[in-house]
C-alpha cells in the first residue's frame, strides 16, 4: 500500500525557488516527509536528468561542427585554428566531466552523435557558407575520434598532436 503524494501549496516553489530548495533540503536531513512538497521534488529531480542530457548534446553538436570547422573551412583555419582547437578541447572537457560523473550517459551519447552531427554540420554550413554537397552528410570521423583529446580531423595522425598552447 502506497501513501497518495501530498502536494504542498507550490507558493513557496514559485515566490522563492531558492528558499524553497533550501527548505526542502533541511526537510529531507530531517526526515520530515510529510511536509515535503513532493510533486515539485519529483519535477526537479526529473529535470536534473534532461540538463544533463540537453548538456552533453550541445556540447557533442558544437563538438562536431567545430570538428568540421578544423577540417573544412579552409580559408579562415589560418586565423581561427588555435581558436578552434581550443574549443574542441572544451567541447571534449565538458563531455568528459559530464560522462565521469554520470557514466550510464554513454549510451545516451552513442545514440545521439549522428544527429548531433547533423546538427553541428548545419551550424558549420550557416557559419561558413561552404557549399554544402562539400560536407558529408554522415561523418567521416567515429565518436570515438571526436572525443580522442589528440584527434583533429584535418591533419594525419603523424602530424596531429593534439597540443593547444
Not at 556540447?59 to 578552434?84: F, I, N, P
Not at 554520470?102 to 552531427?117: A, D
Not at 580522442?148 to 580531423?153: A, G, M
Request: glycine share 4%; proline share 4%.
Amino acid at each position: 500500500m502506497t501513501s497518495p503524494i501530498k502536494t504542498k501549496p507550490a507558493s513557496l516553489y514559485t515566490a522563492d525557488y531558492y528558499l524553497w530548495l533550501k527548505e526542502t533540503v533541511a526537510q529531507l536531513k530531517a526526515g520530515d516527509f510529510d511536509n515535503l512538497d513532493v510533486e515539485n521534488l519529483i519535477e526537479e529531480i526529473e529535470s536534473l536528468g534532461r540538463s544533463e542530457k540537453q548538456a552533453i548534446a550541445s556540447y557533442l553538436m558544437r563538438l562536431c561542427e567545430h570538428l568540421l570547422k578544423t577540417k573544412y573551412w579552409d580559408t579562415e583555419r589560418e586565423y581561427c585554428l588555435r581558436g578552434w582547437q581550443r574549443e574542441v578541447m572544451n567541447f571534449r572537457l565538458h563531455i568528459q566531466e559530464i560522462l565521469e560523473a554520470s557514466p550510464s550517459l554513454t549510451s545516451f551519447v552513442q545514440e545521439i552523435f549522428i544527429k548531433q552531427y547533423c546538427n553541428g554540420r548545419k551550424l558549420f554550413l550557416s557559419a561558413s557558407g561552404v557549399n554544402p554537397h562539400l560536407i558529408p552528410e554522415a561523418p567521416e570521423f567515429s565518436l570515438e575520434q571526436a572525443l580522442d583529446q589528440n584527434w583533429l580531423p584535418w591533419q594525419s595522425d603523424a602530424n596531429c598532436e593534439g597540443s593547444v598552447s
